[in-house]
């Protein structure tokens, strides 16, 4: 294999790429600590600038938007052609809302690249039942019979074919009767 001609393209933004490591759906309830890795790539040949603006929305509401320090400051520097991983937490006021973090370019001040998810509070029901992260205790029985009901169909029809094909091979099966035949032993060897 020759890993000369071979390529990934994982950094694919022109001014920069965003990349974390939260789920598209977070349970949160508002005052916690939201932990988090965000990666920051540079595919440019340049070092280049950027910033991070966390926005937390509920339809077309903005709560709250604010710029993500990093290092202590507004501004961060990623070398051309590598990333960086900020661990921090983020921790709002807010649930049931949209959270998207922006990475915003320098030079250019545009929004080079976005992440979101969305944050649940833990008594919505947004989640099924025995999903973890979510408190409700009661199970929604009809669903879960509903889903069960087939796959036990299913398998009393196994059974029930497996029973009628064992029959059948039963019966196509004649016995006959083997003659014993009179076991012959062989002759003592010579001795030495």
Partial sequence: MNYSVMQVTVMAGAKGDIFWNLAPYIVYAP??????????????????????????SRDTTRISEEALPVFGYTWFTVEPHDFIVLKGALRFGESNADLTVSLIERETEEVADTVATRLIAPG???????????????????????????LLMMGMFGMVMVAAFKKKEEEKEPVVAIAEEKRKLLPPGRAD
């Fill in 124 to 150: 919505t029901s947004a989640l099924p039942p025995a999903w973890p992260g979510t408190t409700t205790t009661t199970a929604d029985w009809t669903a879960m019979l509903g889903m069960m009901l087939p």
């Fill in 31 to 56: 005052g916690f600590d939201i932990g988090c890795n965000i990666y920051v790539a540079n595919p440019s040949d340049t070092a280049r600038e950027y910033a991070l603006m966390a926005r937390l």
